[in-house]
């Protein structure tokens, strides 16, 4: 486990928010250098093709590589910096959260989102969420022109600051950009572990999920896949304010096997392969169905002549915000499956699953 939880900390400790993905992006294919062919298209997604059976079917293992974030939008007079969300926020949790601000010369300047002090404000706008122009990024310039010659302009983006952490509870990680590093990691060592394989692997790691799957989309014109299983980390329902007895993502139950969500309804016969291999394998597991959200699945289930698509996740408490935790079980859980699932996706077996 010990190597999982480095690769984990390597990829979250990395930046890439939609259409700046090189890091996470360089570390993806430094890591499965040498385990299969790479392929790239011209948005910057990347997949590394592994052959089991030169004419068995071509299974997309698909996860995305970036992370909410922020472009800068302003520099302001006075050296603050106006932004527009890159991905879906919640504005409560932005106010005095730190970021990292990527300039155009390379340099990462550290920063802080600022508001207007609640001791300003009316108690009317006090009980409403900020609005992202009532917000702005920090980061100790003068001027415009200070800012400018620390290498920003507007177009450079930021992520979010902060630090991988192993809690008291040595099972839990708390790290930003779960979502999706973790279904990069299990993506990335899926592709390492997997031998004697029925099937054509492509492992695939997608960027601008978070903006429309757009990597999706234009990888999935590539590969061609006849199967497709997506790597997501959704949200976790079990903190308070939700209903114990109706939870399908707690965090320590095993690796979450999505069967709806309101852009893709799983194909039910590879649902049910999915559950029967569960069973049969003692892997924990627990059936979703969501009322809301969505994954790269969108776009893949519908390219081409259509594509069974399966989406597993390892569910995560506070995604789209600064920090998000996850628990180790589920990690193994899902990456137990997906081992499993390639090495029984065969032709024949594939034939099964109407599009």
Not at 223 to 239: F, K, M, N, Q
Not at 324 to 338: F, P, S
Request: contains cysteine.
């Amino acid at each position: 486990m010990q190597s999982s939880i480095d690769l984990l900390r390597e990829l979250t400790e990395a930046d890439g928010v939609p259409g700046f993905e090189d890091e996470v992006r360089d570390i993806f294919t430094r890591r499965l250098e040498g385990v299969g062919e790479i392929l790239r298209d011209r948005t910057g997604s990347v997949a590394c093709r592994k052959v089991g059976k030169p004419d068995g079917p071509r299974i997309m293992l698909d996860c995305h590589l970036d992370e909410v974030g922020f472009i800068i939008r302003h520099i302001l007079p006075n050296g603050f910096l106006r932004f527009l969300p890159l991905g879906g926020w919640w504005n409560h949790t932005l106010p005095a959260q730190r970021v990292r601000v990527h300039a155009a010369n390379g340099n990462k300047i550290p920063g802080v989102i600022g508001s207007t002090p609640p001791h300003y404000l009316s108690e009317e706008k006090r009980k409403k969420v900020l609005d992202t122009a009532d917000l702005f990024i920090d980061i100790g310039a003068s001027s415009r022109v200070e800012a400018e010659s620390w290498g920003l302009r507007v177009g450079n983006w930021a992520a979010p600051d902060s630090p991988f952490t192993r809690l008291t509870n040595e099972k839990l990680l708390m790290a930003k950009a779960f979502d999706n590093r973790v279904g990069t990691a299990v993506c990335i060592e899926a592709a390492q572990r997997i031998e004697n394989h029925p099937n054509i692997l492509y492992a695939n790691a997608s960027v601008q999920e978070e903006v429309g799957y757009r990597g999706a989309i234009t990888m999935s014109r590539i590969i061609e896949p006849g199967l497709a299983i997506v790597l997501e980390g959704p949200p976790a329902d079990d903190t308070p304010g939700f209903k114990p007895d109706e939870s399908q993502g707690a965090l320590g139950r095993g690796v979450q096997i999505r069967a709806y969500d309101p852009k893709m309804i799983s194909n039910p016969r590879l649902l049910d392969f999915a559950l029967d291999i569960a069973h049969a394998e003692n892997i924990p597991h627990q059936l979703a169905v969501r009322s809301s959200g969505s994954t790269n699945s969108a776009a893949i289930h519908t390219s081409h002549h259509g594509v069974p698509t399966l989406v597993l996740g390892v569910p995560t408490r506070y995604i789209h915000a600064h920090t998000g935790i996850i628990n180790t079980d589920d990690y193994t859980a899902m990456l137990e499956l997906v081992l499993a699932l390639l090495a029984r996706l065969d032709g024949g077996c594939i034939s099964n699953f109407p599009a």
